[in-house]
C-alpha cells in the first residue's frame, strides 16, 4: 500500500508562483512512476505532468508547459510541482499519483494509488 500526502495548496494572485509537495510512504519511492494530476469544478480530470522513476523522463501538458516544474527527491521521497506564472485556469484540486508496473505514464489508468488532493486558487 502506498500512501501519498500533498501540500502546499492555496491561494495566489495571478502571476504568483507555488510549490506543491507529494509525500510518499509505503513502498520505495525509487520504484514508482510519479504523476500530478488537476480536476477543476465541471471538469474531468487532467494530467498535469508525470516523470519517471529517476526522474530523467519528464511530460507536461501543453497548458503548463514552460510555467510548472515537476521534480523529484528519491532520498526524501518526496516529488515536487513548481508553479510559475500562476494564472486563473489553473485553479483546481491537485492530485499526486503513484503507478507501481511503469517506469513512465501519461495515462491515468496507470496510475494506482492517489492522494487526497490539494486545493490551488488563482485570483485574477
Known amino acids: 500500500q502506498v500512501q501519498l500526502v500533498e501540500s502546499g495548496g492555496g491561494l495566489v494572485q495571478a502571476g504568483g508562483s507555488l510549490r506543491l509537495s507529494c509525500a510518499a510512504s509505503?513502498?520505495?519511492?525509487?520504484?514508482?512512476?510519479m504523476g500530478w494530476f488537476r480536476q477543476a469544478p465541471g471538469k474531468e480530470r487532467e494530467l498535469v505532468g508525470s516523470?519517471?522513476?529517476?526522474?530523467?523522463?519528464?511530460y507536461y501538458a501543453d497548458s503548463v508547459k514552460g510555467r510548472f516544474t515537476i521534480s523529484r527527491d528519491n532520498a526524501k521521497s518526496t516529488m515536487y510541482l513548481q508553479m510559475a506564472s500562476l494564472k486563473p485556469d489553473d485553479t483546481a484540486v491537485y492530485y499526486c499519483?503513484?503507478?507501481?508496473?511503469?517506469?513512465?505514464?501519461?495515462?491515468?489508468?496507470?496510475?494506482?494509488?492517489w492522494g487526497q488532493g490539494t486545493q490551488v486558487t488563482v485570483s485574477s
Open positions: 499519483a503513484a503507478a507501481l508496473s511503469t517506469d513512465y505514464s501519461t495515462v491515468s489508468r496507470d496510475y494506482d494509488y
Open positions: 509505503g513502498r520505495t519511492f525509487s520504484s514508482l512512476a
Open positions: 516523470i519517471s522513476r529517476t526522474g530523467a523522463t519528464k
